[in-house]
């Protein structure tokens, strides 16, 4: 027996080593992709209210990790023409603020991390609370370990991205969803508003609550032989007090110093190529109410996000190159990225969940269900959510599956737990916590053998090195390693090196004199030369037939091995 002390004593271990994983493995990592756009457009909210960047994502997260800018003396370039004349010119401000306004670059960017760090360390708190509250000590320690070895979840929840944000809003919500099914108080239902309102700024992928929520509130009524009316009128209570209390006030706060009309002409820019004319021209119109307007931003946002993923990315995914998804891009990049353990866990507890089928049932359906519905609305969110990924027209990553490995934690390790804990045969549960053990430790072991690698981590089906062979992005390569590079061509008195680079630092900031970007499709350079897993893959990738692209232009480099590499992520090359 785990006492509640040792218990607790435990999780705090766990939770400082995932804080320290995190706060040390990312020191090192110079700014990736989305980073240049989401630091700059925080700080900017918070020094002069005015939503102008990266409005396609809401502004909790970008909020949260400007605060420790707060107390820095940064220049703001509010004079250049990305902020003065740009329609969401967020890259190009970015690289103004970040790198060239006189600004400590590598001050910004490790500072703005450090709250996305604590976010992490929160939600593995609220999910070992959530677990134990349910399931008890064995089965809460279970899920923690999980999630603080968990190379997808340190390797994203560091990083000033919206995806850890989308994780814990999920999470958060749900918990207390499921608090408000079992008791709709008043009390439930504000409280339950509030974390709506506060989870729906966090990234605008929350919108499949709406679904979720709906599709489990009429489970719930049904099995319970509730009133559908009143969980009707009460949900959509929810909805409203989050909207009117939570939604606008906080967009109102955004835009009290975006000017009416630069918002209007931004509007009509930024939503000038969708498909959804109504929908649009609303926006448009409710952009130039005074007292509506933070809200048309808010919904401006939600539309331009959903046309996004509309449109597709370019992608590489097992050596092709395509624009729209492919069917079973999330599937394999899940099987490649979690952790062998991960996998082994899962699969034995289906094993058991099927076997257990074959014995003489005593209860119905519907008491099952009835008696394990927070564990029906986990599966019932995991469903949605593959679903979505899976029909989805943006392969971008592991990143965007991070809302399945809480509730995957979750359901797994209350289910084992819970048949060693029930069998009757002393060998069974002395075999069954050793397995467990053992996957436990092999899990963790994985992850801490790649440190500091964990944004390019496979698991040991192909391993970290190969794993940009097979997908890239923010998958294996986000631009994470370019101050590595910098230390590598230090270290070999390098004089002169040409960089094809993708991710969101500025070389010239970091090389203002020995290096040079150059294009791969206009030259063969000689000499030094450092390019990107990402742009390596792009050029080497063969297009789909259904896909025109401009591809092969560095199959040439294929006669040439590497002669090292900086990080994972950037292959050096000399060319004679």
Known sequence: MITDKKTNIIAILLLSITFLIGFFSVKNNSLTFDELSHIPAGYSYLTQQD?????????????????????????????????????????????????????????????????????????????????????????ALFVLVLFSFSPSLIAHGRLVTTDLGATFGFVVSTYFWLKFLKNPSRKNIIITSLVFGFTILLKFSMALLVPFFGIITLIYVFLKNKNLFEYLIKSVLVGLIAVIFVVWPVYQWHVMNYPPERQLRDTTRMLAKNFFDPLRNLLISISNIPILRS?????????????????????????????????????IVYLLKAPIALHVLTITALLVFIVKRFKKQTQSIKEKLKNNFTELSMLIFLAIYWLTSAFGNLNLGIRHLLPVFPFTYMLVSSYLVKSIQKSKKQTIKVMGSAFILFSLGWYSASSVLNY?????????????????????????????????????????????????????????????????????????????????????????????????????????????????????????????
Do not use: C
């Open 51 to 139: 939503f102008r960047i990266n409005p396609e994502h809401p502004p909790f997260i970008k909020d949260l990790s400007a605060i420790p800018l707060l107390f820095l003396d940064l220049n703001f370039p509010s004079e250049s023409s990305a902020w003065q004349e740009g329609i969401n010119n967020q890259w190009d401000f970015g690289n103004k603020f970040i790198f060239h306004s006189g600004n400590n670059a590598d001050q910004i960017v490790f500072l703005a991390r450090i709250p996305m760090l604590f976010v992490l360390v929160f939600l593995g708190w609220f999910l070992f609370k959530w677990a134990k509250e349910k399931y008890g000590n064995k089965t």
């Open 452 to 576: 500091p690698y964990y944004i390019p981590y496979f698991n040991e089906m192909i391993g970290t090195n190969d794993g940009y062979k097979y997908v890239v992005d923010s998958n294996y390569d986000w631009g994470q390693d370019l101050k590595r590079l910098k230390k590598w061509v230090e270290e070999n008195n390098i004089e002169k090196i040409k960089i094809d680079y993708f991710g969101g630092a500025d070389v010239n900031y970091y090389f203002p004199e020995k290096a040079e970007w150059f294009d791969a499709r206009k030259e063969k350079p000689k000499g030094y030369i450092a390019v990107s897993a990402t742009l390596l893959q792009s050029g080497t990738g063969k297009p789909l037939p259904s896909f025109e692209y401009d591809g092969g232009y560095y199959r040439w480099l294929q006669d040439y091995k590497p002669i090292a590499k900086a990080g994972k992520s950037i292959f050096i090359y000399y060319i004679p």
């Open 295 to 331: 809200l048309g931003l808010y919904f401006t946002g939600l539309l331009m996000a959903t046309q996004r993923t509309m449109f597709g990315n370019t992608t590489f995914f097992l050596g092709k190159l395509n624009n729209a998804s492919f069917k079973n891009y999330f599937q």
